[in-house]
Nanobody
Framework: QVQLVESGGGLVQAGGSLRLSCAAS????????MGWFRQAPGKEREFVVA????????YYADSVKGRFTISRNNARSTVYLQMNSLKPEDTAIYFC????????????WGQGTQVTVSS
């Protein structure tokens, strides 16, 4: 079992930056592939980016490429999402998730943190 807790969300003006954190507890953090997702009001949840066990980003959604950076610190059991050049369309609840297999769904989810970007 893995528990995930996101933090770092808030209100920021367009062009600003935020850094989200996702702290994990429970089983060995380094054995999990970690991902960030987001869900905007009235829209389905969408994938943002994932990072491998060794800290290599696997894929960035086109909408965030070049602006967002994922990283992880296995010693601290934490994954980060640095978000720069934020746009109003980045407004959403951001979730982190974990899975132990490359294929298949993410099995553990955090409760989410709200990010609001004002124009």
């Amino acid at each position: 079992q893995v528990q995930l807790v996101e933090s770092g969300g808030g209100l920021v003006q367009a062009g600003g930056s935020l850094r989200l954190s996702c702290a994990a507890s429970g089983r060995t953090f380094s054995s999990y592939l970690m991902g960030w997702f987001r869900q905007a009001p009235g829209k389905e949840r969408e994938f943002v980016v994932a990072i491998s066990w060794s800290g290599v980003p696997t894929y960035y959604a086109d909408s965030v490429k070049g602006r967002f950076t994922i990283s992880r610190n296995n010693a601290r059991s934490t994954v980060y999402l640095q978000m720069n050049s934020l746009k109003p369309e980045d407004t959403a609840i951001y979730f982190c998730a974990a899975k132990s297999q490359v294929t298949g769904p993410y099995t553990y989810w955090g409760q989410g943190t709200q990010v609001t970007v004002s124009s």
